[in-house]
């Protein structure tokens, strides 16, 4: 069932949701036609240009950024970095705003460092989570104009990103009754990514000053968290219906990245049954939020707001208490509600 179909059954419109994804469609359509614009397209099959974040999650809003990266997945060229170079201009010439120059994106990204390096110490912040976004919130700009994008590198690097997952998770490897485990290698990487996450954010607090600390807050609480929920559920779903072979498991787990955070978590939500009083209140609690986003006047203040006066700030608190009843929704779905991913929580999600 899609979100749409849920909302429908249950006399919901879910507006904010429901505008974002017109507003992710129309950047991203803008962001190809203007790459393409002017100059023969410069890509082979060994590069693609990928989106992550709000764009890739279909949840735009009026002044999200762009944050993207060249995947590159073949033999090194100094030609990537022109291309990179040429990239940040033509997105830049969109109109739509950059993001952090100090972050993870708009830059370039080689597929090695992804798949071979999973743990160890050249496992990097920036590497994990590139890798974990690949497979929770990414998308492949379309600029060959073709729907297939089979043998593209976005393609080939999720395939060989999951290949280590799989093939390295003693649960498999060993033969072990695959009825009875999930794929832990990912499952923990996932768990790493969020905890990395949430110890970032209390760095940026420090290293930045405190700047843009409410607006950052607010993110880590509803849209972060949301993705981290999609790790979560991607892994419980092989446990719900374990796969024939690990062929089978690659496949499924490749066809989940390609569904946006919030519809796939609606979804495998209705098929544990939970009650639809928390899914209802997970998207309207959403909706909100990406309201607040998309409110200019809010933004700029939560982007002004330091920390030492957001608690006595009545719209951050109201923003604070929507995260909450967004934090108890989740806190019912996954710890109260007597069901099968009540189960699969408790024994592998926390030891």
């Not at 429901?18 to 397209?41: G, M, W, Y």
């Not at 995947?71 to 950059?98: A, R």
């Not at 379309?142 to 729907?147: F, P, R, V």
């Not at 939500?269 to 998207?283: A, E, G």
Request: charge should be negative; include cysteine.
């Amino acid at each position: 069932m899609t979100l749409e179909e849920f909302g429908r059954a249950h006399n919901k419109d879910w507006k904010e949701i429901a505008n974002a994804k017109v507003k992710s469609l129309e950047n991203k359509n803008l962001i190809a036609k203007t790459v393409l614009e002017d100059e023969v397209q410069p890509f082979g099959n060994d590069i693609d240009l990928v989106v992550f974040g709000s764009i890739a999650r279909d949840e735009c809003t009026a002044n999200s950024d762009v944050d993207w990266t060249l995947l590159v997945d073949g033999q090194s060229d100094p030609y990537h970095h022109e291309i990179g170079l040429k990239i940040n201009k033509k997105i830049k010439k969109t109109g739509l705003s950059d993001p952090s120059p100090t972050g993870l994106f708009s830059k370039i990204t080689f597929s090695h460092d992804l798949i071979h390096y999973i743990g160890g110490t050249d496992d990097t912040y920036f590497n994990l989570s590139k890798r974990i976004l690949l497979l929770l919130e990414s998308e492949r700009i379309n600029l060959d104009q073709s729907s297939d994008s089979s043998g593209t590198a976005y393609s080939r690097v999720i395939y060989g990103i999951l290949e280590r997952y799989i093939s390295n998770d003693s649960s498999f490897v060993s033969g072990h009754s695959k009825s009875n485990t999930v794929p832990r290698f990912l499952l923990n990487d996932v768990v790493r990514f969020w905890r990395t996450m949430c110890v970032d954010f209390a760095n940026k607090q420090r290293e930045q000053e405190g700047k843009k600390w409410a607006l950052r807050n607010i993110k880590l609480r509803m849209s972060r968290k949301l993705i981290f929920v999609k790790g979560l559920l991607m892994c419980a779903s092989y446990c719900a219906h374990p796969a024939g072979s690990l062929e089978e498991l690659s496949a499924a787990l490749n066809q989940i990245i390609s569904f946006k955070a919030l519809d796939f978590v609606v979804n495998e939500l209705i098929k544990y049954k939970i009650n639809d009083k928390w899914i209802i209140q997970l998207l309207d609690t959403y909706d909100i939020f990406l309201d607040i986003l998309n409110d200019d006047k809010i933004r700029k203040d939560f982007e002004d707001l330091p920390i030492n006066k957001a608690y006595s700030d009545n719209t951050f608190l109201q923003a604070r208490r929507n995260a909450h009843n967004f934090e108890e929704a989740l806190n019912n779905i996954f710890f109260v509600e007597e069901t099968a991913l009540k189960s699969f929580i408790l024994k592998y999600g926390v030891f």
